[in-house]
Protein backbone atom coordinates (compact mmCIF):
# COMPACT_ATOMS: atom_id res chain seq x y z
CA UNK A 1 0.00 0.00 0.00
CA UNK A 2 3.01 2.61 1.12
CA UNK A 3 4.60 1.21 -2.41
CA UNK A 4 1.56 2.42 -4.46
CA UNK A 5 1.03 5.60 -2.98
CA UNK A 6 4.18 6.82 -3.09
CA UNK A 7 4.10 5.78 -6.78
CA UNK A 8 1.10 7.74 -6.99
CA UNK A 9 2.51 10.76 -5.78
CA UNK A 10 5.46 10.67 -7.66
CA UNK A 11 3.27 10.06 -10.96
CA UNK A 12 0.93 13.02 -9.56
CA UNK A 13 4.21 15.28 -9.15
CA UNK A 14 4.93 14.43 -12.11
CA UNK A 15 1.85 15.57 -14.21
CA UNK A 16 2.10 18.87 -12.20
CA UNK A 17 5.94 19.27 -13.64
CA UNK A 18 4.87 18.41 -17.21
CA UNK A 19 1.95 21.36 -16.74
CA UNK A 20 3.90 24.13 -15.32
CA UNK A 21 6.48 23.52 -17.98
CA UNK A 22 3.57 23.62 -20.32
CA UNK A 23 2.47 26.97 -18.65
CA UNK A 24 5.90 28.21 -18.31
CA UNK A 25 6.74 27.57 -22.19
CA UNK A 26 3.63 29.54 -23.17
CA UNK A 27 4.17 32.52 -20.72
CA UNK A 28 7.68 33.14 -22.41
CA UNK A 29 6.52 33.01 -25.79
CA UNK A 30 3.97 35.72 -24.80
CA UNK A 31 6.80 37.76 -23.24
CA UNK A 32 8.29 38.00 -26.74
CA UNK A 33 4.99 39.90 -28.22
CA UNK A 34 3.98 43.26 -27.51
CA UNK A 35 2.25 43.47 -24.18
CA UNK A 36 -1.43 44.11 -25.71
CA UNK A 37 -0.88 41.71 -28.36
CA UNK A 38 -0.20 38.77 -25.82
CA UNK A 39 -3.21 39.79 -23.24
CA UNK A 40 -5.67 40.00 -26.72
CA UNK A 41 -4.19 36.84 -27.28
CA UNK A 42 -4.64 35.11 -23.64
CA UNK A 43 -8.20 36.52 -23.88
CA UNK A 44 -8.68 34.54 -26.83
CA UNK A 45 -7.44 31.74 -26.17
CA UNK A 46 -8.98 31.26 -22.42
CA UNK A 47 -12.22 31.68 -24.14
CA UNK A 48 -11.61 29.40 -26.82
CA UNK A 49 -10.77 26.35 -24.82
CA UNK A 50 -12.01 27.33 -21.26
CA UNK A 51 -15.61 25.76 -21.70
CA UNK A 52 -13.74 22.34 -22.48
CA UNK A 53 -12.98 21.95 -18.87
CA UNK A 54 -15.21 20.88 -16.13
CA UNK A 55 -15.04 24.04 -14.30
CA UNK A 56 -16.64 25.64 -16.85
CA UNK A 57 -20.02 23.61 -15.88
CA UNK A 58 -19.58 24.70 -12.22
CA UNK A 59 -19.29 28.11 -13.64
CA UNK A 60 -22.89 28.08 -15.38
CA UNK A 61 -24.35 26.00 -12.66
CA UNK A 62 -23.48 29.36 -10.25
CA UNK A 63 -24.33 31.96 -12.72
CA UNK A 64 -27.83 30.30 -13.39
CA UNK A 65 -28.37 30.50 -9.52
CA UNK A 66 -26.74 33.78 -9.05
CA UNK A 67 -28.78 35.39 -11.84
CA UNK A 68 -31.84 33.14 -12.33
CA UNK A 69 -33.85 36.35 -14.04
CA UNK A 70 -30.80 35.92 -16.70
CA UNK A 71 -31.47 33.79 -20.33
CA UNK A 72 -28.62 31.54 -21.35
CA UNK A 73 -27.56 33.62 -23.78
CA UNK A 74 -26.32 36.27 -21.00
CA UNK A 75 -25.21 33.61 -18.80
CA UNK A 76 -22.93 32.07 -21.69
CA UNK A 77 -21.53 35.59 -22.47
CA UNK A 78 -20.63 36.32 -18.63
CA UNK A 79 -19.12 32.98 -18.63
CA UNK A 80 -16.54 33.49 -21.72
CA UNK A 81 -16.38 37.11 -20.15
CA UNK A 82 -14.88 35.20 -17.29
CA UNK A 83 -12.56 33.35 -18.85
CA UNK A 84 -10.97 36.29 -20.88
CA UNK A 85 -10.86 37.60 -17.52
CA UNK A 86 -8.56 34.52 -16.52
CA UNK A 87 -6.43 34.26 -19.70
CA UNK A 88 -5.71 37.92 -19.42
CA UNK A 89 -5.06 37.80 -15.27
CA UNK A 90 -2.00 34.66 -16.50
CA UNK A 91 -0.53 36.60 -19.37
CA UNK A 92 -0.39 39.57 -17.20
CA UNK A 93 2.27 38.23 -14.65
CA UNK A 94 4.92 38.55 -17.18
CA UNK A 95 3.97 41.83 -17.80
CA UNK A 96 3.74 42.96 -14.35
CA UNK A 97 6.77 45.05 -14.61
CA UNK A 98 5.40 47.12 -18.18
CA UNK A 99 1.46 47.09 -17.25
CA UNK A 100 1.28 48.30 -13.47
CA UNK A 101 2.90 51.87 -14.05
CA UNK A 102 0.65 53.90 -11.99
CA UNK A 103 2.81 56.77 -10.01
CA UNK A 104 1.45 58.81 -7.65
CA UNK A 105 3.90 61.95 -8.08
CA UNK A 106 2.87 62.00 -12.11
CA UNK A 107 0.31 63.67 -13.89
CA UNK A 108 0.77 61.55 -16.99
CA UNK A 109 -2.23 59.21 -17.21
CA UNK A 110 -0.91 55.68 -17.28
CA UNK A 111 -2.91 52.26 -17.67
CA UNK A 112 -3.64 52.32 -14.33
CA UNK A 113 -6.12 54.82 -12.14
CA UNK A 114 -6.62 55.22 -8.84
CA UNK A 115 -10.18 56.21 -7.16
CA UNK A 116 -9.75 56.92 -3.36
CA UNK A 117 -6.42 58.30 -3.39
CA UNK A 118 -6.92 60.38 -0.46
CA UNK A 119 -7.43 57.44 1.62
CA UNK A 120 -4.55 55.63 0.68
CA UNK A 121 -2.89 58.76 1.54
CA UNK A 122 -4.53 58.74 5.23
CA UNK A 123 -3.63 55.28 5.75
CA UNK A 124 -0.20 55.48 5.00
CA UNK A 125 0.05 58.47 7.39
CA UNK A 126 -1.45 56.61 9.88
CA UNK A 127 0.94 54.58 12.83
CA UNK A 128 -1.86 51.97 13.59
CA UNK A 129 -3.30 48.61 11.96
CA UNK A 130 -5.00 48.45 9.14
CA UNK A 131 -6.74 45.35 7.54
CA UNK A 132 -7.42 45.54 3.74
CA UNK A 133 -9.34 42.84 1.90
CA UNK A 134 -10.53 42.16 -1.78
CA UNK A 135 -12.04 39.54 -3.87
CA UNK A 136 -11.18 37.92 -7.24
CA UNK A 137 -12.08 40.62 -9.71
CA UNK A 138 -9.98 41.93 -12.69
CA UNK A 139 -6.60 41.93 -11.69
CA UNK A 140 -7.22 41.46 -7.62
CA UNK A 141 -2.80 42.07 -7.54
CA UNK A 142 -3.28 45.85 -8.10
CA UNK A 143 -3.98 46.11 -4.65
CA UNK A 144 -0.85 45.35 -3.13
CA UNK A 145 1.22 46.84 -6.24
CA UNK A 146 -0.31 50.25 -6.07
CA UNK A 147 -0.30 50.25 -2.26
CA UNK A 148 3.24 50.03 -2.17
CA UNK A 149 3.64 52.76 -4.57
CA UNK A 150 2.18 54.69 -1.77
CA UNK A 151 4.66 53.77 1.17
CA UNK A 152 2.02 51.50 2.41
CA UNK A 153 3.34 48.60 4.32
CA UNK A 154 0.74 45.56 3.16
CA UNK A 155 1.68 41.88 4.18
CA UNK A 156 -0.69 39.96 1.93
CA UNK A 157 -2.39 36.76 2.62
CA UNK A 158 -2.72 34.40 -0.69
CA UNK A 159 -3.58 30.75 -1.71
CA UNK A 160 -0.88 29.12 -3.85
CA UNK A 161 -2.07 27.03 -6.48
CA UNK A 162 -2.45 23.48 -5.57
CA UNK A 163 0.54 23.02 -8.65
CA UNK A 164 3.83 23.55 -6.69
CA UNK A 165 6.10 24.82 -9.75
CA UNK A 166 3.52 27.06 -10.80
CA UNK A 167 2.97 28.40 -7.28
CA UNK A 168 7.29 28.68 -7.04
CA UNK A 169 6.68 30.79 -10.55
CA UNK A 170 3.97 32.94 -9.58
CA UNK A 171 5.20 33.76 -6.26
CA UNK A 172 8.85 34.78 -7.38
CA UNK A 173 7.02 37.02 -10.08
CA UNK A 174 4.54 38.26 -7.25
CA UNK A 175 7.47 39.08 -4.48
CA UNK A 176 9.28 41.12 -7.09
CA UNK A 177 5.99 43.64 -7.10
CA UNK A 178 4.41 43.18 -4.43
CA UNK A 179 6.22 43.49 -1.04
CA UNK A 180 5.77 41.15 1.80
CA UNK A 181 3.27 38.23 0.99
CA UNK A 182 2.08 35.60 3.27
CA UNK A 183 0.93 32.09 2.20
CA UNK A 184 -2.34 30.63 3.39
CA UNK A 185 -1.31 27.71 5.34
CA UNK A 186 -1.59 26.11 8.58
CA UNK A 187 -0.02 29.41 10.96
CA UNK A 188 -0.95 32.30 8.81
CA UNK A 189 -3.66 33.34 11.57
CA UNK A 190 -0.67 33.56 13.77
CA UNK A 191 1.40 35.38 11.66
CA UNK A 192 -1.37 37.86 10.42
CA UNK A 193 -2.29 38.55 14.25
CA UNK A 194 1.63 39.17 15.18
CA UNK A 195 1.85 41.83 11.95
CA UNK A 196 -1.85 43.90 13.24
CA UNK A 197 0.12 43.55 16.92
CA UNK A 198 2.78 45.16 16.02
CA UNK A 199 0.96 48.04 14.19
CA UNK A 200 1.41 46.89 10.15
CA UNK A 201 -1.02 46.63 7.77
CA UNK A 202 -2.73 43.02 6.13
CA UNK A 203 -4.15 42.17 2.95
CA UNK A 204 -6.65 39.68 2.64
CA UNK A 205 -9.24 37.61 0.39
CA UNK A 206 -12.05 37.12 1.57
CA UNK A 207 -14.08 35.53 -1.61
CA UNK A 208 -13.29 31.89 -1.38
CA UNK A 209 -14.99 28.75 0.20
CA UNK A 210 -13.59 28.14 3.38
CA UNK A 211 -14.77 24.64 4.76
CA UNK A 212 -17.00 24.68 8.37
CA UNK A 213 -16.41 28.59 8.03
CA UNK A 214 -19.67 31.05 9.26
CA UNK A 215 -22.88 29.83 7.20
CA UNK A 216 -23.61 33.21 5.85
CA UNK A 217 -24.96 33.90 2.48
CA UNK A 218 -23.92 34.82 -1.52
CA UNK A 219 -26.49 35.65 -4.05
CA UNK A 220 -28.66 34.72 -1.91
CA UNK A 221 -27.45 31.17 -0.99
CA UNK A 222 -25.99 29.72 1.68
CA UNK A 223 -22.39 28.88 1.99
CA UNK A 224 -19.14 28.69 4.54
CA UNK A 225 -17.09 32.58 5.00
CA UNK A 226 -13.98 32.30 6.60
CA UNK A 227 -14.28 34.31 9.88
CA UNK A 228 -9.96 35.08 9.75
CA UNK A 229 -11.02 38.76 9.26
CA UNK A 230 -13.84 39.25 11.95
CA UNK A 231 -11.97 37.20 14.38
CA UNK A 232 -8.62 39.67 13.86
CA UNK A 233 -10.88 42.83 13.98
CA UNK A 234 -12.56 42.21 16.86
CA UNK A 235 -9.34 41.68 18.50
CA UNK A 236 -7.43 44.69 17.33
CA UNK A 237 -10.69 46.78 16.60
CA UNK A 238 -8.41 47.76 13.77
CA UNK A 239 -9.93 49.93 10.46
CA UNK A 240 -11.61 47.42 7.99
CA UNK A 241 -10.94 48.61 4.17
CA UNK A 242 -12.48 47.30 1.24
CA UNK A 243 -10.79 47.75 -2.81
CA UNK A 244 -11.34 46.01 -5.48
CA UNK A 245 -10.05 46.06 -9.27
CA UNK A 246 -11.65 46.68 -12.33
CA UNK A 247 -10.64 46.22 -15.89
CA UNK A 248 -11.04 48.95 -18.53
CA UNK A 249 -11.37 49.07 -22.15
CA UNK A 250 -7.50 49.32 -23.87
CA UNK A 251 -5.98 47.01 -21.16
CA UNK A 252 -6.50 49.92 -18.88
CA UNK A 253 -7.17 48.80 -15.06
CA UNK A 254 -8.85 50.62 -11.83
CA UNK A 255 -8.33 50.12 -8.58
CA UNK A 256 -11.00 51.15 -6.19
CA UNK A 257 -10.38 51.63 -2.11
CA UNK A 258 -13.60 52.34 -0.40
CA UNK A 259 -13.89 54.54 3.36
CA UNK A 260 -13.68 51.95 6.39
CA UNK A 261 -16.55 49.65 6.92
CA UNK A 262 -18.65 50.44 9.92
CA UNK A 263 -18.80 47.24 11.48
CA UNK A 264 -21.54 45.49 13.17
CA UNK A 265 -20.66 45.04 16.95
CA UNK A 266 -22.69 43.41 20.01
CA UNK A 267 -23.86 44.46 23.11
CA UNK A 268 -20.59 44.69 24.89
CA UNK A 269 -19.33 46.74 21.91
CA UNK A 270 -17.12 44.40 19.93
CA UNK A 271 -16.95 43.29 16.50
CA UNK A 272 -19.27 40.70 15.55
CA UNK A 273 -17.88 38.07 14.17
CA UNK A 274 -20.75 36.21 12.34
CA UNK A 275 -22.27 39.92 11.21
CA UNK A 276 -19.43 41.29 9.81
CA UNK A 277 -18.52 37.82 7.76
CA UNK A 278 -21.66 38.59 6.26
CA UNK A 279 -20.89 41.93 5.72
CA UNK A 280 -17.72 40.93 3.66
CA UNK A 281 -19.99 39.02 1.29
CA UNK A 282 -22.63 41.44 0.61
CA UNK A 283 -19.58 43.98 -0.18
CA UNK A 284 -18.04 41.98 -2.68
CA UNK A 285 -21.25 41.16 -4.20
CA UNK A 286 -21.91 44.10 -4.83
CA UNK A 287 -18.54 44.72 -6.46
CA UNK A 288 -19.49 41.57 -8.73
CA UNK A 289 -22.86 42.62 -9.81
CA UNK A 290 -21.31 45.67 -11.27
CA UNK A 291 -19.75 43.61 -14.07
CA UNK A 292 -20.06 39.83 -13.31
CA UNK A 293 -17.78 38.78 -16.14
CA UNK A 294 -14.60 40.32 -13.95
CA UNK A 295 -15.57 37.52 -10.89
CA UNK A 296 -14.11 33.81 -10.79
CA UNK A 297 -17.41 32.03 -11.18
CA UNK A 298 -15.94 28.26 -11.29
CA UNK A 299 -14.65 28.66 -7.54
CA UNK A 300 -17.06 25.85 -5.67
CA UNK A 301 -18.39 28.54 -3.18
CA UNK A 302 -21.53 27.65 -2.37
CA UNK A 303 -20.11 23.69 -1.38
CA UNK A 304 -21.24 23.11 2.25
CA UNK A 305 -19.23 21.23 4.94
CA UNK A 306 -20.15 19.42 8.02
CA UNK A 307 -21.34 22.82 9.16
CA UNK A 308 -20.12 22.72 12.89
CA UNK A 309 -19.17 26.48 12.63
CA UNK A 310 -22.81 27.45 12.07
CA UNK A 311 -23.94 30.50 13.59
CA UNK A 312 -25.58 29.43 16.74
CA UNK A 313 -23.75 26.08 16.77
CA UNK A 314 -21.45 26.51 20.05
CA UNK A 315 -24.19 27.87 22.10
CA UNK A 316 -26.52 24.88 21.34
CA UNK A 317 -23.65 22.76 22.18
CA UNK A 318 -23.12 24.08 25.70
CA UNK A 319 -27.22 24.41 25.95
Not at 39 to 68: K, M
Not at 223 to 243: G, H, K, N, Q, W
Amino acid sequence: MRLNTRLAYRLKMANYWLIAQGARLMLLSLRKLPADRALAFADRFARRWGPWFGRHRVALANLRAAFPEKGEAEIGQIASDMWGNMGRLAAEYVFLDRLIDYDPESEVAGRVEISGRDIFDRIAAEDRAHIMFTGHLGNFELLPICGRQFGLRLTSMFRPPNNPYIAEYISRTRQATMGELLPSRAGAAITLARLLDEGQNVGVLVDQKFSNGIRTTFFGRVCETSPLLPRLARRFDCDVYPAYSIRLPDNRYRLVLEEKLELPRDAEGLVDVERTAQLLNDTVERWIRQDPGQWMWFHKRWNLGTGRHRPGAQKKKSA
